[in-house]
């Protein structure tokens, strides 16, 4: 099944060539790689370009502002959705998720899961270099998100997913406004609710070296306040 990687990137210079570069041996024929870059400041968008001039594989969408990884991933999956990706997949550009695990979640995926989560939160699973308010504050927002949806999945906020076409073109994406952690829980919670197979893969997750995160309290209030209402509108039959 035909992959296309989609990387959302702001202020990722450091970074971008040598995701690239370890991606390269995972990716199989017909496989792509989008960069969504919303404008960085730091000139990632125009290191793409150029990049992308001498590799065939490589897409890249520009956006006129930072808008938060929502709106820069739904513009990226209707790009790989037009373009006739079976499968799309979401990770960072800051090695946090390790391109050698990206071969792992296209085989669940291509074994009869319709999304596949890569996960920090089955056995197997692991964050080596999180201290404790790091970790506090991912478990707590997992199990917040777990006591309000009950939906089963140990890892809802992780951004390291392969999802089957079918279940990007069911969910409605352009419902879930969400710009941070949020539009992670309501993408898995959407395909839950259609009825899609899911399954956690599990992943080591590596903290960044280089740049900066973009991580803010602004991204986990929204992600506590979207919960619950994503909680009543599934409620009132309203996804
Ligand atoms: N296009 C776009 N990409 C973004 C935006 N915010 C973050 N990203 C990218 O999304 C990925 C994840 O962002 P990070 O800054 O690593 O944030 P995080 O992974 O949630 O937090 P850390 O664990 O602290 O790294 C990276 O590739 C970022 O460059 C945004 O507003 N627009
Ligand atoms: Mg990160």
């Known amino acids: 099944m035909k992959a296309t990687i989609c990387i959302p990137t702001y202020n990722e210079i450091e ?9 390269e041996p995972v990716l199989r024929e017909g496989d792509r790689v989008l960069v969504i870059d919303d404008a960085s400041p730091d000139g990632t968008g125009a290191l793409a370009d150029s990049l992308a001039s001498k590799r065939p594989y490589l897409e890249v969408l520009h956006r006129a502002g930072k808008e938060g990884i929502g709106p ?5 999956f209707r790009r790989a959705l037009a373009e006739g990706a079976e499968l799309v997949i979401e990770m960072d550009c800051d090695f946090s998720h390790a391109p050698g695990d990206v071969p792992r979640l296209i085989d669940a995926a291509e074994n009869g899961a319709d999304l596949v989560l890569g996960s920090r939160y089955v056995p197997g699973g692991a964050i080596p270099n999180w ?6 504050i991912s478990l707590g927002g997992n ?3 777990q006591a309000i949806l009950t939906v089963g999945i140990r ?3 992780g951004g390291f997913k392969c999802f089957r076409r079918r279940v990007l073109e069911t969910i409605d994406l352009d419902a879930n406004h ?3 952690y949020a539009f992670q829980i309501e993408t898995t919670y959407r395909a839950k609710r259609a009825g899609f197979a899911i399954r956690e893969v599990p ?7 280089h740049g900066t995160s973009k991580m803010n309290k602004a991204i986990v209030l929204e992600a ?7 909680r009543m509108r599934a409620l009132a039959r309203r996804l």
Do not use: K, Q
Request: proline letters at 2%; charged letters at 20%; zero cysteines.
């Open 15 to 23: 970074n971008l060539e040598a995701m690239l570069d370890a991606l």
């Open 72 to 76: 820069a991933y739904i513009a990226g």
């Open 131 to 136: 201290g404790v308010v790091r970790r506090a």
């Open 143 to 145: 199990l917040y998100a």
């Open 155 to 157: 890892d809802l906020t």
């Open 178 to 180: 969400a710009h941070g």
């Open 203 to 209: 992943i080591t997750f590596s903290d960044r070296e």
């Open 224 to 230: 506590a306040w979207r919960v619950p209402l994503l």
